[in-house]
């Protein structure tokens, strides 16, 4: 642990916070707390996300954490990189106002709830010593002891408010991964009610964070998250599983799949999340297999220029070595836009038959029970609309008889 001592210096306040630990609502004191005893919570999803990048930036394995001050510089400035005008807006209000909301700490330090204020007053105390002080709550539990009772009050906080905004996609993903796939510590059915979510929602989410973790691996980055961050992987990630359920065959679904992280690394149009929604119109159509016979090609030059990379894979070699080869990412375009205008033109060639359809489907729902009590106008009209619509057929059989 950073600190192995827990805070000594606290003066108690006359604010109390209301929360419900362990399933229990108590009424918590809020105490001033000295902000040089407090700790960022590397356990949090966005900042195991930031770590990672810290590790793969400084080719390091772990990040330094001996040193409390030095660790928690490293962490506010991630901080405040990721939301500029957020962290301006919340420093100049702390600074006209004070502080509204308490922060929610361990007795050790850990800061469970309350990132952003702690980063703003400890950037506001560089000038103002009066900031020294952090008002929060305590809460007496050890981060290994109780490790899922800390993460759970740590969803709620995070997830289960109304209030919560801006909370990035792929930050949650990483804690799903982290919590339910890969240490199992906690349940869906868990995630889902300190979330205030179905648990289909969860599974989704799970299913997301499975198929993050794979795309990582296929680039050869396994679990450098903050990739997925900064590729805004959560909309394509979306669509994939819906377009991998249309297909039957698990080699062939095993290989689109694989097709689509090719598309996600080589990102051959702008928005990757429509662009990979649309593959989902060539599945179980006699262009499928053709499409996929190409694209398997290409997703094969794309990893043997992995495969021949000496370093480690980062997002400058993805952005000048594959999205920066226009040849390469032309052919793949190119490919992809040929089988979706074949799928265009098909549905074009279709389109007055299933009109037809639809016309008659409209003709056999029209109750004839209606018709004989219909007054005489009312007849007359229908018997004449009837007439239009029987010369109608009659032009068009005309029309599909010319190319007889």
């Not at 909301?101 to 990132?115: A, M």
């Not at 396994?222 to 599983?241: Q, T, V």
């Not at 599945?283 to 499409?291: E, G, I, L």
Request: proline share 2%; hydrophobic share 35%.
């Amino acid at each position: 642990m950073l600190n192995e001592k827990k805070i000594s210096e606290t003066k108690e306040t006359k604010e109390t916070k209301k929360l419900t630990i362990d399933g229990l609502t108590e009424v918590y004191p809020v105490y001033k707390i000295r902000i040089s005893e407090l700790y960022y919570n590397d356990q949090n999803d966005r900042i195991a996300t930031w770590i990672s990048k810290y590790k793969a930036d400084n080719e390091v394995d772990s990040i330094n954490r001996t040193d409390t001050e030095y660790y928690n510089e490293i962490i506010a400035e991630f901080i405040k990189k990721s939301d500029e005008a957020a962290f301006k807006k919340t420093m100049n209000n702390i600074n006209a106002i004070g502080q509204q909301e308490p922060i929610i700490v361990l007795n050790d330090g850990r800061i469970i709830d309350g990132n952003r204020r702690f980063t703003c007053i400890r950037e506001l105390a560089k000038n103002d010593e009066k900031f020294n002080y952090i008002e929060g709550v305590l809460i007496d539990k050890d981060i290994e002891e109780s490790k899922k009772e800390i993460k759970l009050l740590e969803l709620y906080l995070q997830h289960g408010r109304e209030e919560r905004v801006g909370y990035n996609p792929i930050d949650r993903l990483v804690g799903v991964y982290n919590d339910i796939i890969e240490n199992e510590l906690i349940s869906v059915k868990e995630y889902a009610r300190n979330t205030e979510q179905s648990e289909g929602e969860v599974k989704k989410l799970v299913n997301r964070a499975t198929l993050m973790v794979e795309f990582l691996e296929f680039i050869n980055m396994p679990k450098h998250f903050y990739i997925a961050r900064e590729l805004e992987l959560d909309g394509p990630l979306s669509e994939i599983n819906m377009i991998l359920n249309k297909v039957k065959d698990e080699d062939k679904k095993e290989d689109l799949k694989n097709i689509i992280f090719n598309f996600i690394m080589v990102k051959p149009g702008g928005d990757m999340t429509r662009y990979i929604r649309n593959i989902k119109n060539l599945v179980n159509t006699p262009q499928f297999d053709p499409f996929m016979e190409e694209q398997l090609n290409h997703a094969e030059k794309v990893q043997e220029k992995i495969e021949e990379k000496d370093d480690v894979v980062d997002l400058n070699f993805l952005n000048t070595e594959i999205r920066g080869d226009d040849e390469l990412v032309e052919e793949i375009s190119d490919s992809y836009n040929k089988y979706q205008e074949r799928i265009k033109k098909t549905e074009t060639k279709s389109a007055p038959k299933k009109q037809l359809e639809k016309a008659i489907e409209a003709i056999e729902n029209i109750d004839s029970m209606i018709l004989i009590s219909l007054e005489e106008d009312k007849i007359a009209e229908f018997l004449n609309t009837l007439t239009q619509l029987e010369e109608e057929i009659v032009k068009i059989k005309k029309e599909a008889g010319k190319n007889d």
